[in-house]
T-cell receptor, first 113, second 114 residues
Framework: AQSVTQLGSHVSVSEGALVLLRCNYS??????LFWYVQYPNQGLQLLLK??????LVKGINGFEAEFKKSETSFHLTKPSAHMSDAAEYFC???????????FGKGNQVVVIP | GAGVSQSPRYKVAKRGQDVALRCDPI?????LFWYQQALGQGPEFLTY????????KSGLPSDRFFAERPEGSVSTLKIQRTQQEDSAVYLC????????????FGPGTRLTVL
């Protein structure tokens, strides 16, 4: 089955430190890949997406992600965490033919002052 | 421009009641999706519309769940005879084109069934 894996439900990071959230997808054919952020009691906000072309994708709020086909990965990074980055982050994959997003379980990011 | 809106934002229902959740997609968006998000989990697909046609309802958990989009814009998700396991956040998303890959989400409706 096509799926998305995010390890480590809770991630703690110090303010100013690197944020790294890992995402792996399952498929021999690379899907389109997305990262969404969800703040409490809000919907999902699109951070960035990869469809084709350049494998390093830049998004909003200083986040970026790199698509690596050989590793079936799409990890999200931000060089320096800010208190406002505290939220839940979801990786998602769109597999053509399914017409739906498949989501990982999410990472709850806590930023420590 | 306006994003995806959903109403109500919060709904409390007694077990056995019927509920109706509304989604207003971004104007002109062809594709519309419903997802269910249980506490502490990622969203799970429920159903997909392309204009007024419901092309995929394979994610609906039971025949108590019904969705419609009669004029190809506003959509309603209806749950009949609600059960406690229906408690979740119901998210609506819309996408500009028929492919539906880049989806924009509404704030969700939090349903609590007592």
């Amino acid at each position: 089955a096509q799926s998305v894996t995010q390890l480590g439900s809770h991630v703690s990071v110090s303010e100013g430190a690197l944020v790294l959230l890992r995402c792996n997808y399952s498929s021999s054919v690379p899907p389109y890949l997305f990262w969404y952020v969800q703040y409490p009691n809000q919907g999902l906000q699109l951070l960035l997406k990869y469809t084709t072309g350049a494998t390093l994708v830049k998004g909003i709020n200083g986040f970026e992600a790199e698509f690596k086909k050989s590793e079936t990965s799409f990890h999200l990074t931000k060089p320096s965490a800010h208190m406002s980055d505290a939220a839940e982050y979801f990786c998602a994959a769109f597999y053509y033919g399914n017409n739906r997003l498949a989501f990982g379980k999410g990472n709850q990011v806590v930023v420590i002052p | 421009g306006a994003g995806v809106s959903q109403s109500p934002r919060y709904k409390v229902a007694k077990r056995g009641q019927d509920v109706a959740l509304r989604c207003d997609p971004i104007s002109g968006h062809v594709s519309l999706f419903w997802y269910q998000q249980a506490l502490g989990q990622g969203p799970e697909f429920l159903t997909y519309f392309q204009n007024e046609a419901q092309l995929d309802k394979s994610g609906l958990p039971s025949d108590r769940f019904f969705a419609e989009r009669p004029e190809g814009s506003v959509s309603t998700l209806k749950i009949q005879r609600t059960q406690q396991e229906d408690s979740a956040v119901y998210l609506c998303a819309s996408s500009l084109d028929r492919g539906g890959d880049t989806q924009y989400f509404g704030p969700g409706t939090r349903l609590t069934v007592l």
